[in-house]
């Protein structure tokens, strides 16, 4: 498996402002991408990080709403900007390693906007 | 159609009991297979793949049926701490590698 850190794991954060969440993997990987999970909801992929390119979006999801760095291959980040309530969530980090096709995730960033 | 379709349950059980859970797929170019668990409040765990051969870990059974597109997965003499709910997961690798996740099926375990 993969060792995956996320910062913060937790924030409460008022509407209209963003908040950057970081990915740390302990080794190199090929695959990074961004989850979020709503409340009873299963898991839905914003976008693949891409190492020195723009990210991948999955549908109803945008660059200027969550953008998204990869400067190298064992971290990412994630901004959630101008944030609503609708935004409460949390916000999974998944890699794939390098040599592998099985997916681990990160413990996830729990999110609050009031 | 959703792409993967679980039954949410809850499944209640006594401890020691077996229970399947099932789950089917719409895209029939999908390559692999897993289980996810996810405990209350935390990030899901790769519990097992899922071959075409079908594979056993333990008290843990998954098979995969390509034909009707269909998995399972077999929990035999249940424990209490398998409580949880139970992710299927389809991975088209044509796809840029992503994973399409059913909604889970909870489990609760009784003593």
């Known amino acids: 498996s993969a060792v995956i850190s996320q910062k913060p794991s937790r924030d409460i954060c008022q509407r209209g402002t963003s908040l950057t969440i970081q990915c740390q993997v302990d080794s190199q990987v090929t695959m990074m991408f961004w989850y979020r999970q709503q409340p009873g909801q299963s898991l839905t992929l914003i976008a693949t990080?891409?190492?020195?390119?723009?990210?991948?979006?999955e549908s109803g999801f945008v660059i200027d709403k969550f953008p998204i760095s990869r400067p190298n291959l064992t971290f990412s980040t994630l901004t959630v900007s101008n944030m609503s309530p609708e935004d409460s969530s949390i916000y999974l980090c998944s890699v794939v390693k390098t040599g592998s096709y099985e997916q681990y995730f990160g413990p996830g960033t729990r999110l609050t906007v009031t | 159609r959703k792409e993967v379709e679980q039954d949410p349950g809850p499944f209640n059980v006594p401890e020691g009991a077996t229970v399947a859970f099932n789950c089917t797929y719409s895209?029939?170019?999908?390559?692999?297979f897993f289980w996810y668990r996810q405990d209350c409040r935390k990030e899901p765990k790769l519990l097992m793949s899922v071959y075409s051969s079908g594979n056993e870990d333990g008290r843990f059974t998954a098979q995969l049926n390509r034909a009707s597109q269909y998995i399972s997965l077999l929990i035999r003499d249940s424990k209490l701490s398998d409580s949880a709910t139970y992710l299927c997961v389809v991975w088209d690798r044509g796809n840029t590698g992503k994973l399409i996740f059913g909604q889970g099926t909870t489990l609760q375990v009784k003593p």
């Open positions: 990080a891409n190492q020195g390119s723009e990210a991948t979006y």
């Open positions: 895209n029939s170019a999908s390559q692999s």
